[in-house]
Every structure is written in structure tokens, then in C-alpha cells.
């Protein structure tokens, strides 16, 4: 019945390191996206004239920003009872409620990804760069859409944020058979493809443009575009909260909170001028 389909039935979830612990696929995206976004950032701070001191904190900053970030605004966004039920697997990748157990930082949200970004720039740059903040976010926006690509594969391969149910006529729809035997729409890979070509676009900006020199251009342009196929993406996804598939004006969670990053994005391409130095 479902010959055209991919069936997606990983044996594991990960690289067993010993007995229950495991180190997930999604664990491994995360790593492969910081270490390759440590690299591009590595080639921009040479082209800057920035000394590899300033990049290593950069890496550090980057990564407390991002994962504690995106792991309060899951919990905030998608997950508020863990606040109550289980409070310290908000912050530890422990399990604690009904039992003892390693989960990993499983649940981390885009938004408050972004969020946690802009503030730990805001700290990298008064503590260590002292340029700007608008001048650091409109280069790391550049590694944050390429690792962006990577955490959609890592959602992939837990078979989580999975799509809305596919005619049985699509060839790329996918049985995702953890949850169930339907096929669907790969909506994290529909993403990740999406987030290829929002790389590319920054990439083709700061290097083969002067757009680098426009204060908050970039930044703005990582924002509306991350976020717009953000908003596209999430109709062909079922909703990450139950009874959120029509939350606002017939959008769900992700589509209405895409919104004021759009908005954001928009102001800092047209509309945001420096001070004055």
C-alpha cells in the first residue's frame, strides 16, 4: 500500500557508550554544528582581524546562549508543566519525574534559540569584543543557519516534530514507524533544506557584497529569512503542542512566534541606523 514511501525505522537512537547511556544522534547533530560553525567563524574573525582569543570565548559564549536559550523557550513555549512537574530536567539532561533517567537535552526551540543568542551576544561583545552587538550578531548569523541545518537532520533522526499526514501518492513522504504507519511529510528535513539555502544566501552577502558594512543588515536578513521558512515549513508539521494546530488566527505555536522575528529582521534591514560613534 505504501510502496512509494520511505520507511524511517532507526534500530537506535543513538551510539551506546555503556549500558543505558547512550549518546544520541540528535546530541551528535548539535556538536557537528557548533564545531563547523566554530570553523566558519574561525575564517571570518581571520578575515576581521580578530585574534583566536576573542574566538574561543565566542565558541563558549555561543554555546551557553544557545543551548539554555533554546531550552527555556521550549519550556516556556511547549512544555510550561515541567516548571511545576519536574524543574530540574529543564536544565539537566536527566529525567526526574517518574522515575530516574537519561533523556539528554532533548526539547530546545528555535525561538528562544534566538533569544538566547542575542542576549549572549550582548555579553560576548560588553565582556570581550567590544565592537557592537549588532556588529558580532551580523557575523555569527552566518554558522547559527548552517548548525540550523543540523539540528532539523538530529529532529529527523529522533523522529520527532514529524509532518502532517501525505497523500499516498508523494514519493518522498516518510513512515516514521515510531510514531505510527502513516506516511507524512519529512517536515524537518523540508526545514533543514530550506535553512541550506539561508546559509547561502548570508555566505553570498557578507563575502561577495558590501552588505557586511551595513550595520544589522545581515542580522535582519538571517531573520526573516530563518523564520519565514520557519513559517512555511511548520503547515506541512503537526502542531508541538496539542490543541495548538489553529492557537491564533488559524496559526499554530511556531507560525505565530515566527512572526515578530520577521518584523525584527525587517526593521534592522531597512529601518535601523547605528548611533553615532
Known sequence: MHALQIVWDPSSSGINIYKDFTIHYYSI????????GWYIMKKVYKHEGQTEEK?????????LGIMIGARVGHVVFYQSELILQDPLSIFLPF??????EFTG???????GAAIGMIISMYLYNKKVLKKSVIWILDRVVIPAASGAVFVRIGNFFNSEMIGKPADASLPWAIIFKKMDNLPRHPGQLYEAFGYIFVFLIL?????KTDKSNQSGFLFGLFLV?????RFFVEQFKIAQVDGREDWIMGLNTG???SIPFILIGLYFMFVYKPKAA
Open 29 to 36: 547533530m548539535w556538536m557537528v554544528a557548533f564545531i563547523l
Open 55 to 63: 574566538l574561543d570565548s565566542l565558541f563558549i559564549y555561543s554555546i
Open 95 to 100: 529525567k526526574f519525574a517518574g522515575g530516574f
Open 105 to 111: 537535552f532533548r526539547g530546545l526551540a528555535s525561538h
Open 203 to 207: 555566505w553570498f552577502f557578507y563575502w
Open 225 to 229: 529569512l530563518l523564520m519565514t521558512v
Open 255 to 257: 507560525q505565530v512566534l
